[in-house]
């Protein structure tokens, strides 16, 4: 089974740097996603970790470390566009050979000018 | 296709009716996800198909929910006897399945607005 954690709200403010927390409980492994998601649209991906340490891409940046359970998505030099649900999602290895994307129930960012 | 597709994107019907909802993934995606989306709430996990694989149906919160997928591609979502509290958006998702590099992420269609009055 699986478990995933992230605070269900946040506020930041315009320029800033905001930091997502996802903690995870998962019998196997396999991955972890972060995913974007405006108000009345579809999830779309942003990120994937599967080995500890920091994977950096642009303004977003995203950190894994296994051992713990734990996840974060950063976020710099923050823009309203940004205001959005970002989504915490991890592969799980749930019978052999087939993994399964459970995903967290999101964390709701809002933007203060 | 060039994306997952679903259909219809609104669908309005009466309590007590049947509705199908459409998912054609892209082409090549064996795994496929449908989540449930009250508003403003985080995706709740329906049934997942991977490839031949018998599916997991461990979301699905009841028997009135049923999902096949026919010839490894489409995906139907068949839910009987709506309830209001099923009113909510569904979403499909495909990706690669198992073999195929992890980081394959999950793709998703735009939902099926379901509102039952």
């Known amino acids: 089974g699986q478990n995933i954690d992230q605070p269900t709200e946040m506020t930041a403010t315009e320029g800033a740097i905001v930091q997502i927390n996802c903690t995870y409980q998962?019998?196997?492994?396999?991955?972890l996603f972060w995913y974007q998601q405006h108000a009345g649209e579809a999830p779309t991906f942003l990120s994937y970790?599967?080995?500890?340490g920091l994977e950096e891409k642009g303004r977003f940046s995203s950190f894994l470390s296994r051992s713990k359970g734990y996840s974060y998505l950063l976020l710099k030099e923050l823009q309203m566009k940004d205001s959005a649900s970002y989504l915490c999602?991890?592969?799980?290895?749930?019978?052999?050979?087939?993994?399964?994307?459970?995903f967290g129930k999101g964390t709701r960012l809002h933007i203060l000018p | 296709g060039a994306g997952v597709s679903q259909s219809p994107s609104n669908k309005v019907t009466e309590k007590g009716k049947d509705v199908e909802l459409r998912c054609d993934p892209i082409?090549?995606?064996?795994?496929l996800y449908w989540y449930r989306q009250s508003l403003g709430q985080g995706l709740e996990f329906l049934i997942y198909?991977?490839?031949?694989?018998?599916?997991?149906k461990s979301g699905l919160p009841s028997d009135r929910f049923s999902a096949e997928r026919t010839g490894g591609s489409v995906s139907t979502l068949t839910i009987q006897r709506t309830q209001q509290e099923d009113s909510a958006v569904y979403l499909c998702?495909?990706?690669?399945?198992?073999?195929?590099?992890?980081?394959?992420?999950?793709?998703f269609g735009q939902g099926t607005r379901l509102t039952v009055v």
């Open positions: 999602a991890v592969r799980e290895l749930w019978r052999p050979r087939d993994d399964k994307i459970i």
């Open positions: 998962t019998s196997g492994f396999n991955g």
């Open positions: 970790n599967v080995l500890d």
């Open positions: 082409s090549g995606h064996t795994a």
């Open positions: 198909f991977q490839g031949n694989s018998a599916p997991d």
């Open positions: 998702a495909g990706s690669l399945g198992w073999g195929r590099p992890t980081n394959t992420a999950a793709f």
